[in-house]
């Protein structure tokens, strides 16, 4: 009979590889002083397993019809996920502390009509059931647990045989065979491995829910999140009280969904027309403000743009910016400076998308280019625009995806004029019959349109 005895690894702290031997750096990523020693349970041993195990077709394994999706009953989510919840698979959701990740999670649990199980060992059952509670989630499927050991919420498991399974959070549950604490590289790993196993197994959906680091990625080893199948982030503006719900990983939907929720008493409720919530406080008196259609996964949202531009009083000017790619906004400052002949050398330059929604798409470049210049110049943009396009470094304008959505999403908020790539334009199929197209193939044309 094998027996459960454990080995020595060491395990680098900053990408999660191991190693029998110690390195003063670390083999995989290089990183100095990452390793440390682990004991790590050896059940799976390499042994060749001699039981006989079938393999199956392909079509044999379709027509079996396990595989399901379960609505989650909140659309945001659903869309988010690909359309629910997919048994079998694994999702993490992380999550900067008390952004909404266990509220998010507990909600989720509603539509479940076979049994759920919410296992957290962060909270007690109690506080987990006033909170449930006061979201008014309440179904007699629903069974708690605040056990921390990975074994015992196993064996939890296989007597309930739960549809769903969520773990709150990852870094509270260890495995006791390892001499390792809670939320270390090793137990996350582990515990991890033990999950995932669980899920393909007995076709359970796991979600796990994972704290952030400082700079904001899953803590713990970046494998956890090569090993599940979706993750999502829940982010959130401090100061508002709307949260977006990104998917940047997903084996069934598309990446970069995003979904929009604002919190509430009774929970995270969806927003329906987030570009509205996006552009509420907008003034059309202030310059520097642009609105760029951005499309988050599948769907255009409306985002305003702002940003300053001033003299800096120090000799290193500042470049800040929130929800755009910093490397992205010194190309454009060098386009402007080289191409325009704008002298953004000595200027502080903030650049802010309003809301906390972050944007990693190039057809934002015209609409940062565009709020640069209308600050520098001090000169207000027409509320009626709308600007799309992709900036190269000859300041030539480059196609953009999905040019109809944007428009579309743009005519329905009002907006009448829409400034986007002579390239795109020309490959529309049907002409915009709300809004009034300006071609474009070059900054200039779009800085001669605005700027008259
Ligand atoms: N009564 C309430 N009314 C409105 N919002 C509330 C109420 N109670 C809690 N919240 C919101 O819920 C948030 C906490 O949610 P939750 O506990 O789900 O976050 P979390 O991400 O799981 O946090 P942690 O990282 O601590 O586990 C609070 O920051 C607050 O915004
Ligand atoms: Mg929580």
């Known amino acids: 009979m094998a027996k459960n005895r454990s080995k020595i690894v060491y395990l680098c702290s900053s990408c999660g590889a191991d190693f029998p031997k110690w390195h003063g750096q670390c083999p995989t990523c290089n990183e100095w002083g990452t390793l440390s020693e682990f004991k790590v349970s050896n059940t799976n041993s390499s042994r060749i397993n001699t039981e006989k195990k079938e393999t199956h077709t392909l079509e044999a394994i379709l027509h079996k019809e396990e595989v399901k999706r379960t609505s989650i009953g909140i659309k945001e989510v659903d869309r988010v996920l690909g359309g629910g919840v997919l048994s079998g698979s694994m999702i993490l959701l992380?999550?900067?502390?008390?952004?909404?990740?266990?509220?998010?999670?507990?909600?989720?649990?509603?539509?479940?009509?076979?049994n759920v199980l919410y296992a957290s060992a962060e909270e007690s059952e109690d506080q987990i059931a006033l909170r449930a509670k006061r979201l008014n989630v309440l179904s007699s499927n629903i069974h708690l647990s605040s056990e921390n050991k990975i074994d015992e919420i196993l064996n939890q498991v296989s007597l309930l045989k739960p549809q769903l399974l969520i773990i709150d959070s990852i870094q509270t549950i260890f495995n006791e065979n390892l001499d390792s604490l809670p939320g270390s590289v090793s137990q996350i790993r582990e515990c991890g491995q033990k999950l995932l196993q669980l899920a393909k197994d007995e076709k359970i959906a796991i979600l796990v829910i994972g704290h952030v680091t400082k700079e904001g990625v899953i803590a713990g080893p970046k494998m956890l999140e090569h090993m599940v199948d979706t993750v999502l982030y829940l982010e959130g503006d401090e100061r508002n009280d709307h949260r977006i719900l990104r998917s940047v990983k997903n084996r069934f939907g598309t990446t970069n969904e995003v979904g929009i929720f604002q919190m509430t008493t009774l929970g995270l409720e969806e927003v329906k027309n987030p570009s509205e919530l996006f552009?509420?406080?907008?003034?059309?008196?202030?310059?520097?403000?642009?609105?760029?259609?951005?499309?988050?996964?599948?769907?255009?949202?409306?985002?305003?743009?702002?940003?300053?531009?001033?003299?800096?009083?120090?000799s290193a000017p500042q470049r800040n910016v929130n929800g755009f790619d910093f490397k992205r906004l010194s190309m454009l400052l060098a386009v402007l400076e080289k191409r325009m002949g704008?002298?953004?050398?000595?200027?502080?330059?903030?650049?802010?998308?309003?809301?906390?929604?972050?944007?990693?798409?190039?057809?934002?470049?015209?609409?940062?280019?565009?709020?640069?210049?209308?600050?520098?110049k001090d000169q207000l943009i027409k509320d009626s625009y709308v600007l799309i396009g992709e900036v190269g470094l000859g300041g030539e304008i480059r196609s953009v995806t999905r040019l109809e959505e944007r428009i579309n999403e743009s005519a329905a908020l009002g907006f009448t004029n829409v400034v986007a790539p002579k390239s795109s334009v020309n490959r529309l199929k049907n002409k915009p019959k709300k809004v009034i197209m300006h071609p474009i193939s070059h900054v200039v044309e779009a800085f001669n349109l605005i700027f008259k």
């Open 94 to 114: 992380g999550g900067s502390p008390g952004i909404g990740k266990s509220t998010l999670a507990l909600q989720t649990l509603s539509s479940f009509e076979q």
């Open 279 to 314: 552009l509420a406080e907008r003034r059309n008196d202030i310059t520097g403000s642009t609105i760029f259609p951005s499309l988050e996964g599948t769907r255009p949202i409306l985002v305003e743009i702002q940003s300053l531009v001033s003299n800096s009083n120090f």
């Open 342 to 376: 704008y002298k953004m050398g000595m200027k502080d330059v903030f650049v802010n998308l309003v809301g906390g929604l972050k944007i990693n798409d190039p057809a934002a470049d015209l609409s940062v280019i565009t709020a640069l210049a209308s600050s520098e």
